[in-house]
T-cell receptor, first 113, second 116 residues
Framework: RKEVEQDPGPFNVPEGATVAFNCTYSNSASQSFFWYRQDCRKEPKLLMSVYSSGNEDGRFTAQLNRASQYISLLIRDSKLSDSATYLC??????????????FGQGTILTVHP | NAGVMQNPRHLVRRRGQEARLRCSPMKGHSHVYWYRQLPEEGLKFMVYLQKENIIDESGMPKERFSAEFPKEGPSILRIQQVVRGDSAAYFC??????????????FGSGTRLTVV
């Protein structure tokens, strides 16, 4: 089983749509959780951190369910500029694993007019 | 206030040659991480270095790959006797703290290695 699993998509949605991505992780010792965004052939960039209490940043909402080892990202009112690959990322706790990002394979989103 | 600088941006090597990828972390950052992204795949951790020390190389292939982060100068990822399967994007990230929670990382633009 992969350490971090995502539905690779692709998701093709019209502008203005709401889209949700899911991610599961296998190691219950995972401590920190993030969503990154990667545009074609570019470096990944942090979109937002994910907390158990849930957090929102404009049109983006992230949720963490530790019991189910599940992370989600909701994008409301999709824009053309949201087209990208969304990467689910976790960090294990402790030891030399601290600071090492473990990436999912990414979910491709295409927003069309 | 430059970010993480990687060079070259693109590198073409023939099979059997050596590839050297360089990464200069953000100013003040002493922790460097290398990741590899094979075509159509996610990023995979390779190695974590601090100045003059390799802390975690659990993601490095056992042969042909090496990394260093000297006291002076950039971090270097070295691939000897490259093969076609080494063709990938190699990203470097740096952080200020070793116990970084992940939201303090900055990635470089990557080096795209093509082996012909």
């Amino acid at each position: 089983r992969k350490e971090v699993e995502q539905d690779p998509g692709p998701f093709n949605v019209p502008e203005g749509a709401t889209v949700a991505f899911n991610c599961t992780y296998s190691n219950s010792a995972s401590q920190s959780f993030f969503w990154y965004r990667q545009d074609c052939r570019k470096e990944p960039k942090l979109l937002m951190s994910v907390y158990s209490s849930g957090n929102e940043d404009g049109r983006f909402t992230a949720q963490l369910n530790r019991a189910s080892q599940y992370i989600s990202l909701l994008i409301r009112d999709s824009k053309l500029s949201d087209s990208a690959t969304y990467l689910c990322v976790v960090i294990l706790a402790g030891g030399t694993s601290y600071g090492k990002l473990t990436f999912g394979q990414g979910t491709i989103l295409t927003v069309h007019p | 206030n430059a970010g993480v600088m990687q060079n070259p941006r693109h590198l073409v090597r023939r099979r059997g040659q050596e590839a050297r990828l360089r990464c200069s972390p953000m100013k003040g950052h002493s922790h460097v991480y290398w990741y590899r992204q094979l075509p159509e795949e996610g990023l995979k951790f390779m190695v974590y270095l601090q100045k003059e020390n390799i802390i975690d190389e659990s993601g490095m292939p056992k042969e042909r790959f090496s990394a260093e982060f000297p006291k002076e100068g950039p971090s270097i990822l070295r691939i000897q006797q490259v093969v076609r399967g080494d063709s990938a994007a190699y990203f470097c990230a740096s952080s200020l703290l070793s116990l970084d929670r992940g939201n303090g990382y900055t990635f470089g633009s990557g080096t795209r290695l093509t082996v012909v």
